[in-house]
């Protein structure tokens, strides 16, 4: 199980936000991925094994973590940034697991 | 351009009702990616349903659709697939298909297609 906190987050445009995932056991193989999700959209990877970025996605967007605590920042935020983020792990039971999302608004 | 097209979606009967969704891929070797499927349902987050290897040796499936959804692929036609039979009122959902990239995150997403399932 992936918990992701906090369910919603409220910053101003030029702030750092800071987006947790936590799993319920270890995850060893450093599959954690994150993914953005915009209304009405598909979601759009961002960032694959724990840190590395996705083809064109940029450096405002960063993944951190090991074991069972895991970090998505996004710098410099900008009205654009304002999406759900989900956290996904590859290989445990299930097979693929998301977390429950993370809505960030930028005002 | 590495494109996924979905199609295939629709009001369905639950209780014996049955699709099949398509997903039409281009711009890659498609035989050589794992594909899959996820779902989600109205105003809630992502769930992963099925996956299939890119010969077709390995399927997943999560539990809530096992025995009732069947994946497959054509890599002649550049197509995966989904059989769903059995419906239920939880099935309803937008179904994507994405392909699951080197580092085994989903880098490359469908735009989706709505199956409700209602009588």
């Known amino acids: 199980v992936l918990t992701q906190s906090p369910g919603t987050l409220s910053l101003s445009p030029g702030e750092r936000a800071t987006l947790s995932c936590r799993a319920s056991q270890t995850i060893a193989n450093n599959y954690l991925a994150w993914y953005q999700q915009k209304p009405g959209q598909a979601p759009r990877l961002l960032i694959s094994?724990?840190?590395s970025r996705a083809t064109g996605i940029p450096d405002k967007f960063s993944g951190s973590g090991s074991g069972t605590d895991f970090t998505l920042t996004i710098s410099r935020l900008e009205p654009e940034d304002s999406a759900v983020y989900y956290c996904q792990h590859y290989g445990g039971s299930p097979l693929y697991t998301f977390g429950q999302g993370t809505k960030l608004e930028i005002k | 351009d590495v494109k996924l097209l979905e199609s295939g979606g629709g009001l369905v009967q639950p209780a014996g009702g049955f699709l099949r969704l398509s997903c039409v891929a281009s711009g890659f070797t498609f035989n050589n990616y794992v594909m899959g499927w996820v779902r989600q349902a109205p105003g809630k987050g992502l769930d992963f349903v099925s996956s299939?290897?890119?010969?077709?040796?390995?399927?997943y499936y999560a539990d809530a659709v096992k025995g009732r959804f069947t994946i497959s692929r054509d890599n002649s036609r550049n197509t995966l697939y989904l059989q769903m039979s059995s419906l239920r009122a939880d099935d309803t959902a937008v179904y994507y298909c994405?392909?699951?990239?080197?580092?085994?995150?989903?880098?490359?997403w469908g735009q989706g297609t709505v199956v409700t399932v209602s009588s």
């Open positions: 094994a724990v840190s």
């Open positions: 299939i290897s890119g010969w077709a040796d390995y399927t």
């Open positions: 994405a392909r699951r990239g080197e580092t085994y995150g989903l880098d490359i």
